[in-house]
């Protein structure tokens, strides 16, 4: 069994969309190899930090990244194997690169409980907590509005006064 620990900036970009570990970002890979009778399992965990973009508020965020991996590298056979041991080594990268991938959300937000932007105006309602976002309705519902939902006022419908 063998343990290691690597620090090194990424190489590529590791994911798209609204949130990304950009090129260059350090990242920290702790890594344990051991030798079992198929071949050689890793097993390991890579921290590092992705940014980008709040899915509902649009602001910058940064996101610590987390991920264990567990992976079983055979040796050599007849049947193809996608992670296979070459020449006494295995390579973590596809590996590591699916973890981390994976890991990251669909819609990043920057809080959990964020409220997003206006829709009229487009601002940051987290900036104007007292403001209350308009309920905008579909005016092709406007001549339903007219009825009350109460029985027995003035403007009710027929078949409310029916039911009593």
């Known amino acids: ?19 990304s570990v950009k090129e260059g970002t350090p990242v920290h890979e702790y890594v344990r190899l051991e030798s079992v009778h198929e071949g050689i399992l890793a097993s390991g965990e890579v921290s590092t930090t992705a940014t980008g ?7 910058d965020i940064a996101q610590s990244v987390q991920v264990e991996f567990q992976e079983l590298f ?27 991938v994976l890991s990251l959300p669909f819609q990043p937000v920057c809080r959990p409980d964020c409220p997003g932007l206006d829709p009229e105006t487009g601002e940051r309602l987290a900036d104007h907590p007292e403001r209350e976002p308009r309920e905008i309705t579909d005016p092709r519902w406007d001549a339903l509005a007219q009825f009350s939902s109460r029985p027995g006022t003035e403007d009710s419908s027929a078949s409310d006064r029916e039911e009593r």
């Open 1 to 19: 069994m063998r343990e290691h620990d690597y620090d090194f900036p990424l190489p590529e970009t590791l994911g798209e969309g609204l949130i």
């Open 53 to 59: 973009q709040c899915g509902r508020c649009l602001t």
């Open 74 to 100: 055979a040796y050599p056979t007849q049947e193809a194997s996608e992670h296979e041991v070459h020449d006494d080594h295995v390579d973590l990268e596809p590996l590591v690169r699916d973890a981390v």
